[in-house]
């Protein structure tokens, strides 16, 4: 992926919604086909990202988890 | 010389840990609460008193009563604290010096970050806001209600949906419910955080004819146009907009330079104590805890943090930890609700609606100011039965 993150938002050690809450926030200062990275640890997190990018019409293009971190990264829609 | 303990804010926390500590420690420690209205404010009643339930006078009383004897109460808004210095100013010019210092001061309400919202809408998570809905319920004749969440972290998560299952129960009393549509705006895709919990609420909502709006994390409002519109990119039409106002930590703690960017204090999970600071801990709704916000949540904590403070004055290691542990109960109407429990480890198993949940809440409200404020309300009784049975037929050790 040749494209540069555009934002980084730390939800490390919050609880939904918040994280869904703040990206919400987040995303509406980017532009369209920027990209949002989410960190959590939430383990709610990992479907409330997919649903909300799914209903906001947002593309979360990657959903990972290394060591306890979740991390998301949505495109912009 | 006994030990100064000094415990900001006279709520249930604040007032709890203060007559636990003076009980504990007796002529080992002189306890003074500031508060600075010196009025004791039953929070969990707002929502009767907007529903015509109950009245203010019921929900609030003298601190002075609520605490012991030997608890000092200083009647002062404290303004700034010197953790280095050991001390507290407050605003009348006056200082307070502490060798424990505990923060129960709770949450702000900010409506002004929310475009439009104190114009446009409703709420009751004050006394006086809870008394001009109850006024503007008793003009209404029918019409949109949408009732939504303005911020987050937000003071008794389970409110919102209390508030609709208890407005659809009003309504209809009245003979209006049929005139009416009513619409719960969650910030998620669910009706409530908690998983297992919205499982139980969302049948029920349905029945009762309450829809649901997803994914609608409140902006701003636009009173003229009668419309409230979501980061999101969505937009509700109302008659009738009910919100919880966005939160954030007090003044005092934004003055201090203790807390985070919203104000909440950076505390341990276990200790309660607050990061980066020496013998100063803090309970209740300005914590940066990822837990409810909640009486009950500052119920739980305040005997952890006078044991603590107990176990330092009289020189033995604290061994009291919080566990993380909530009760709430979940009114949904028709006199019957259900409780959420649950701790760090331990996500709530929610029964099935009841009348005993409704009673215990009821019983809970009536017995309030006997019993938690003096702590005569065992832990073991908040509890529940260790071994009680869940709907699935596991037993639940929440």
């Known amino acids: 992926m040749s494209a540069t993150i555009a934002k ?70 | 010389m006994p030990a100064k303990v000094v415990v900001l804010g006279g709520g249930v926390g604040g007032t709890l840990a203060a007559n636990l500590l003076a009980k504990e420690l007796g002529r080992d420690a002189k306890v003074t609460v500031v508060d600075p209205t010196g009025m004791h404010v039953y929070q969990p009643g707002f929502l009767y008193l907007a529903l015509g339930q109950a009245n203010g006078r019921w929900l609030a009383r003298d601190e002075r009563t609520l605490l012991r004897r030997d608890v000092d109460l200083a009647i002062e808004r404290a303004v700034r604290i010197h953790p280095d210095a050991g001390t507290v100013q407050l605003e009348r010019g006056g200082r307070l ?69 208890m407005l659809d129960q009003y309504l209809r009393r009245r003979g209006l419910r049929e005139r009416s549509e009513i619409t719960l705006l969650s910030p998620l895709n669910r009706a409530f955080t908690i998983e297992s919990a919205s499982k139980v609420i969302q049948p029920i909502m349905q029945k009762r004819g ?52 919203s104000g909440w204090l950076p505390t341990d999970r276990h200790t309660l104590e607050v990061a980066e600071t020496e013998r100063i801990f803090a309970i209740g709704d300005g914590t940066d805890l990822p837990i409810s916000k909640s009486g009950s949540t500052a119920h739980f904590e305040a005997p952890v943090v006078a044991s603590r403070i107990a176990s330092l004055v009289k020189g033995t290691a604290p061994r009291s930890n919080y566990g993380g542990r909530v009760m709430c109960f979940l009114e949904t109407g028709d006199g019957r609700a259900t409780s959420l429990r649950f701790d760090y480890e331990h996500p709530p198993v929610p029964p099935q609606p009841n009348r005993v949940w409704h009673v215990a809440k009821w019983l809970f409200n009536r017995l309030y100011w006997e019993t938690v404020p003096q702590g005569r309300i065992p832990e073991t009784a908040m509890r529940g039965s260790r071994n009680e049975v869940n709907d699935d037929g596991e037993r639940s050790e929440s």
């Not at chain 1, 949002?36 to 990657?62: C, K, Q, R, Y």
């Not at chain 2, 001061?105 to 009751?124: C, K, N, Y």
């Not at chain 2, 419309?227 to 005092?252: I, N, W």
């Open chain 2, 210 to 261: 309450i829809e649901l709006e997803t994914f609608f994390n409140v902006e701003s409002v636009d009173p003229s146009a009668g419309t409230v519109s979501s980061l999101e990119g969505d937009k509700a039409e109302y008659d009738l907009l009910v919100l919880v106002p966005p939160h954030r930590g007090q003044e005092l703690i934004d003055a201090s330079h203790l807390g985070d960017a």
């Open chain 1, 8 to 77: 980084t938002l730390d939800m490390k050690g919050f609880a939904c919604p918040l994280p869904i809450a703040k990206t919400a926030q987040a995303i509406r200062e980017l532009d369209v086909g920027d990209l949002l990275e989410v960190l959590a640890t939430d383990p709610g997190s990992v479907p409330d990202f997919a649903a909300w990018s799914g209903s906001t019409g947002h593309a979360l293009i990657e959903s990972t988890e290394t060591d306890g971190v979740f991390r998301f990264l949505i495109r912009k829609g």
């Open chain 2, 97 to 165: 010096d502490w060798d424990y210092l505990v923060i129960a001061t709770g949450a702000r309400l900010v409506p002004d970050q929310i475009p439009g919202l104190s114009e446009g809408a409703f709420g009751f998570y004050s006394l006086e806001d809870a008394e001009r809905l109850r006024e503007e319920l008793r003009r209404f004749r029918g019409g949109r209600v949408k009732v939504g969440i303005a911020g987050i972290p937000y003071k008794c998560p389970p409110a919102p949906v209390e508030f609709v299952f």
